[in-house]
């Protein structure tokens, strides 16, 4: 059997990506679709990866690609997720080498980041032959928005959720990568207002099917 249908839910934090992945799993309306996410949490390599996130490890855009990078090449030989891919299922990813490309490149200046992003994709793809999502959906707001969403979970921040001029980064990285490669944006927010989490998962649910049929 030919290979599968590789999908990704991506965006920056405070979003809404987890929760659009939760949900899309939860309805079942994509069948025998399977659900994965980055960084996979409590392996080895997830580990490696939290303690990147948490500050215990340097913050050098070129070593924390290879921490996810690893992550993701581990997943794929020890989970489900390549093997239904490679047998003609479909694969939901929330994050992939998506984020990878946004938040290491966002590091680096403008003048390098085209250069890594290159380098990255070379590796991912081609070093470790993990697999070029067929389409990345991409969810966008205001950088305002997506802080006092962050702030309101109460809860410890990560390097990148507390670095206000980042996340700046992130988000202009983000439009322009999204641009380069031409990924599907969604926007939740509308006229100056947050959408309505099932607004934006029927948008959600109708492109992804609209691309599988």
């Given at each position: 059997m030919g290979k599968g249908k590789l999908l990704v839910i991506d965006g920056l934090d405070g979003t809404g990506k987890t929760t659009q992945h939760e949900l899309l799993k939860q309805s079942g309306v994509l069948g025998e679709a399977l659900f994965v996410k980055f960084h996979t949490r409590g392996t080895d390599t997830g580990n490696v990866?939290?303690?990147?996130?948490?500050?215990?490890?340097?913050?050098?855009?070129?070593?924390?690609?290879?921490?996810?990078?690893?992550?993701?090449?581990?997943?794929?030989?020890?989970?489900?997720?390549?093997?239904?891919?490679?047998?003609?299922?479909?694969?939901?990813?929330?994050?992939?080498?998506?984020?990878?490309?946004?938040?290491?490149?966002?590091?680096?200046?403008?003048?390098?980041?085209?250069?890594?992003?290159?380098w990255l994709y070379d590796l991912e793809y081609g070093k470790l032959s993990l697999p070029?999502?067929?389409?990345?959906?991409?969810?966008?707001?205001?950088?305002?928005?997506?802080?006092?969403?962050?702030?309101?979970?109460?809860?410890?921040?990560?390097?990148?959720?507390?670095?206000?001029?980042?996340?700046?980064?992130?988000?202009?990285?983000?439009?322009?990568?999204?641009?380069?490669?031409?990924?599907?944006?969604?926007?939740c927010v509308k006229s100056g207002a947050l959408r309505n989490v099932d607004d934006i998962q029927l948008e959600l649910v109708t492109k992804i099917k609209d691309f599988l049929d």
């Open positions: 990866v939290t303690k990147y996130l948490d500050g215990k490890l340097p913050a050098n855009p070129y070593a924390a690609a290879m921490f996810y990078a690893m992550d993701r090449y581990v997943s794929g030989q020890t989970d489900k997720w390549l093997r239904h891919y490679e047998s003609g299922g479909v694969v939901i990813a929330e994050r992939y080498v998506t984020s990878n490309a946004v938040y290491q490149s966002a590091r680096l200046p403008k003048t390098e980041r085209f250069n890594f992003i290159e070029k999502p067929d389409r990345v959906f991409f969810l966008t707001m205001p950088e305002e928005v997506s802080k006092r969403l962050v702030d309101s979970r109460g809860e410890a921040r990560d390097i990148h959720e507390s670095d206000a001029p980042y996340r700046s980064e992130c988000g202009a990285t983000a439009r322009y990568i999204a641009g380069l490669d031409g990924w599907e944006t969604i926007d």
